[in-house]
């Protein structure tokens, strides 16, 4: 009789780096096409800049690490950190804003600590904790939907306001300004009530009733779902952290609803949905065990909502991130499943 030797691991599943960062950049698409749809093109301009960042800065890296180029470019690590980067800054915002937040990304984020697989903060949320630090002015002003700013920017005024700063038809006030989160923040600090700034046309204008961000955050959950469902990414970390998230939101609008928005605001504004599926979902920087990553999750939740409410910025969900990052290895020790046969 013949004996056949086989090491671990005895069970593939047929997947790969390649395979996974590919299905996570397709199940961004829907909110891609909302994003141009409902805010423009600039999006699209912001993500070739940050493409052919990325490509320059893997290559430099690579070669100053002696490290081959093409089998770590063509795992597309890289293309997930920047598009993730890209959805979190302002459309319009200058070339140089994602240029220098790409590449602060992957050498910090990535490079100098090993590249894929050795680094404990999440890249893309290294990118725009550092954007938000550097350069607040430029990451405030976003770019306003087409039904309340009653304008839209072509292609090209698009590429002239990003590479060259002008716009020959109109001025940058014109079609941008806060985000929902910020105008909300800034109106209770002015002694308005959660619900008169909600009830403004700045936040109810929209499709069906559903403002445009509104519509990103949906886009966003139908990719996530997807993702769900092929298997690509755990359901404990959307779960863990719209589950905190919301149970914070009802808790203390339900003490006082005009000091704090309702459930529905938290998780239809911001970067809510994008974090959900696409950001603390990063395998690398994450809890590794199914306890450990709702734990992880749901501290994210809580972060978000205190950082959103108490803290100086109006989102919060980079720092939140990153904070949980290194909370990490002390919830992946303690949280460890039991081996089998143990008694």
């Not at 086989?6 to 593939?12: L, R």
């Not at 602060?104 to 680094?119: D, R, S």
């Not at 939101?249 to 006082?256: C, G, P, Q, V, Y």
Request: charged letters at 10%.
């Amino acid at each position: 009789m013949k004996s056949i030797y086989t090491s671990s691991p005895f069970a593939h599943n047929n997947s790969s780096v390649q395979k996974v960062m590919l299905q996570v950049q397709l199940a961004a698409f829907p909110a891609l096409l909302a994003h141009i749809l409902l805010f423009g093109y600039g999006i699209i301009i912001q993500w070739f800049l940050a493409v052919a960042t990325a490509l320059l800065v893997e290559y430099v890296m690579l070669k100053l690490r002696d490290k081959p180029v093409l089998p770590n470019v063509t795992d597309f690590s890289a293309l997930i950190t920047v598009t993730g980067l890209v959805f979190c800054i302002p459309p319009e915002s200058p070339w140089w804003v994602i240029v220098s937040g790409s590449a602060f990304a992957l050498v910090f984020g990535k490079h100098l600590y090993g590249g894929l697989g050795y680094n404990p903060f999440n890249p893309a949320m290294l990118g725009y904790a550092f954007l938000l630090i550097s350069f607040p002015a430029e990451m405030t002003q976003w770019t306003l939907p087409k039904e309340i700013a009653g304008y839209s920017l072509s292609f090209w005024d698009s590429f002239n306001h990003i590479m060259f700063g002008a716009v020959a038809h109109a001025p940058i006030d014109a079609f941008t300004g806060a985000t929902p989160l910020s105008a909300v923040k800034t109106g209770l600090q002015e002694g308005a009530t959660a619900q008169q700034m909600l009830q403004a046309p700045y936040l109810t204008t929209g499709w069906w009733n559903l403002t445009a961000w509104g519509w990103i955050n949906l886009a966003f959950l139908a990719g996530g779902a997807w993702l769900i469902y092929t298997r690509t990414i755990r359901w404990q970390y959307p779960v863990g952290f719209l589950g905190a998230l919301a149970l914070m939101a009802w808790i203390f609008h339900s003490i006082n609803p005009d000091l704090y928005a309702p459930v529905s605001f938290h998780l239809l504004f911001g970067g809510t949905m994008l974090a959900a599926f696409f950001i603390i979902t990063d395998p690398v920087s994450s809890s590794t065990t199914p306890y450990g990553r709702l734990i992880y999750a749901a501290g994210i939740g809580v972060l978000v909502y205190v950082i959103r409410n108490w803290g100086a910025f109006p989102d919060g969900i980079a720092f939140a991130v990153l904070l949980m990052n290194i909370a990490v290895p002390l919830i992946d020790r303690y949280t460890q499943p039991r081996v089998l046969g143990h008694k």
